[in-house]
């Protein structure tokens, strides 16, 4: 896909999305006919059909012959890994990635109480820089935090670069933890 349709064609999934938003569009609608659509956003009635394509693929939409195309029931949590495949490009520098999984941790890590239970369950991982993360980060109960760590730390990964701390480092935390003082 060349660089000015992929412009074009992200951007006409982006108008279609805001006519959804816009229309306060509920899932089990139904969208305006691709002829309306392509009048309403002054696009082609191929980029419309590209568009919806796209957007079916996705399970935003579902598009029944005959009978004109409808907005999904969808998880809210599954925008995060549509929204990732797109914010996440060959582009992306492997050091960004490394750096917002490190401030999302670093984030995680902050709002977590630290007891003594979780200090234990972290110092028998301690050893397995993926796992002590993992725990770090399971320990939250905000599901849509937790989905977006696991999105960026699914990229990073694929970068196949090994640990993303240090024994030393994973100890720190732990350490630090231990100097904040525990509840009883």
């Given at each position: 896909m060349h660089e000015?349709?992929?412009?074009?064609?992200?951007?006409?999934i982006s108008k279609i999305r805001k006519l959804i938003v816009q229309s306060s569009l509920v899932p089990g609608?139904?969208?305006?006919?691709?002829?309306e659509l392509a009048e309403t956003l002054s696009i082609s009635r191929a980029?419309?059909?590209?568009?919806l394509r796209a957007l079916s693929f996705l399970g935003i939409v579902e598009t029944r012959h005959g009978g004109g195309t409808f907005l999904c029931e969808q998880d809210r949590h599954r925008y995060i890994e549509i929204?990732?495949?797109f914010i996440v490009t060959k582009q992306t520098k492997a050091t960004d990635i490394i750096e917002m999984l490190r401030l999302l941790e670093r984030m995680a890590f902050s709002e977590i109480e630290p007891t003594?239970?979780?200090?234990?369950?972290?110092?028998?991982?301690?050893?397995?820089?993926r796992t002590f993360r993992q725990q770090l980060i399971f320990q939250l109960k905000n599901e849509l935090f937790i989905r977006i760590w696991s999105?960026?730390?699914?990229f990073f990964e694929g970068l196949d670069v090994g640990d993303l701390y240090t024994l030393e480092?994973?100890?720190?935390?732990?350490?630090?933890?231990?100097?904040m003082g525990m509840p009883e």
């Open positions: 000015k349709h992929a412009s074009s064609f992200h951007g006409n609608d139904r969208l305006p006919s691709e002829r980029s419309v059909r590209e568009a929204l990732s495949e003594k239970e979780r200090l234990d369950l972290l110092e028998t991982v301690i050893d397995d820089d999105e960026v730390n699914r480092e994973r100890k720190q935390f732990v350490e630090t933890w231990r100097g």
